[in-house]
């Protein structure tokens, strides 16, 4: 009876920590009127979100310590952590925004900071983008996912390649996975769990792994 407890409650754990929920919202101005095309979107994901005609947003998956960077202006950002509430309103004001979670009567003001866009790495997927593509393994994972980077169907299940890049008999490129090389796809798939995966790498010139890396090179670093 121990042990089942035990398990069951190993299992809500592991549940709640890939949980998400969704997120809905308006932004209006100092006089409540909507305000259209503001940009925003959550920490770790690339494209802007913009809010519609009548002032809305809406997020379909917000996960637990995101934050949502709000953009009233060129170089200007606020960042507004988020909590596991249904709706809010963002009051927008000249140098800060006054955010309030209906139904609750909490408020908070935070001021406008400095932004310098980040050049995201088309080459990279980070912890944050991995999560958000509710994927059950590596080779769900990089699916479609990296520009250049192929994943085929042969008689022994799913490989990949790299675009133009063949250069001997084993056609797929190496796989490091926090040092350790795979030769294939479906070795480093069984072997590495996607919930461990911190950030994903691809190298179409493996040349730092010699002759092993003359296919290109996926460098995968997991949590320690």
Do not use: C
Not at 85 to 95: Q, S
Not at 126 to 153: V, Y
Request: charged share 25%; glycine share 8%.
């Amino acid at each position: 009876m121990g042990k089942m407890i035990l398990i069951l409650s190993l299992f809500l754990v592991s549940l709640s920590a890939g949980a998400y929920t969704k997120l809905d919202g308006v932004v209006v101005n100092e006089e409540g009127k909507a305000v259209n095309k503001i940009p925003m979107r959550l920490n770790g994901e690339i494209k802007n979100k913009k809010t519609n005609a009548k002032g809305a947003f809406k997020f379909k998956k917000v996960f637990e310590g995101d934050t949502l960077m709000v953009f009233p202006a060129d170089g200007l950002v606020a960042k507004i952590p988020l909590r596991e509430l249904p709706k809010m309103t963002i009051y927008m004001g000249v140098n800060a925004l006054r955010m309030e979670y209906d139904g609750e009567g909490t408020t908070a003001t935070i001021m406008y900071e400095e932004y310098k866009p980040v050049e995201f790495d088309p080459n990279v997927l980070t912890r944050d983008q991995i999560r958000r593509f509710e994927t059950s393994d590596l080779i769900e994972t990089l699916r479609g996912r990296i520009a250049g980077l192929i994943i085929d169907e042969d008689e022994n299940g799913p490989v990949a390649r790299m675009r133009g890049v063949t250069s001997s008999t084993n056609f797929e490129p190496l796989f490091v996975v926090d040092g350790v090389k795979y030769n294939s796809l479906m070795d480093v798939n069984n072997s590495v769990n996607i919930e461990t995966v911190e950030r994903i790498e691809v190298l179409k010139d493996g040349s730092a792994y010699g002759m092993d890396g003359a296919n290109g090179a996926i460098i995968i670093t997991t949590k320690r």
